[in-house]
């Protein structure tokens, strides 16, 4: 099952121009994972969720950026997932 993430991202402030070099250069690798979305803020922070049923891709996306970023992964579900979860657990 395709399951999504939200990966949130903060650049280390040493390395702004090294990674802002590195995503204006439009080398980065998604294995597989299918982009939904991703913001960006002002602060040279953001995050972006991604849809994927393959954990491992997460892991090696991360790698590429875990130099320069402090990156934090976390699983999300929409609405629908929420009330499937629920309608299952919540029956008396």
């Not at 204006?24 to 972006?48: N, Q, V």
Request: hydrophobic content about 35%; glycine content about 6%.
């Amino acid at each position: 099952k395709k399951m999504l993430f939200k990966i949130s991202y903060s650049i280390k402030e040493e390395l702004i121009h090294v990674t802002q070099t590195q995503f204006a250069g439009g080398d980065e690798k998604w294995y597989g994972m299918k982009l939904i979305g991703r913001w960006h803020e002002p602060s040279s922070t953001g995050f972006m969720v991604v849809e994927t049923d393959d954990y491992q891709a997460v892991m090696k996306y991360c790698q590429q950026w875990n130099r320069t970023c402090h990156l934090e992964v976390t699983p999300v579900g929409t609405d629908a997932d929420a009330a499937a979860t629920l309608s299952e657990t919540l029956q008396p």
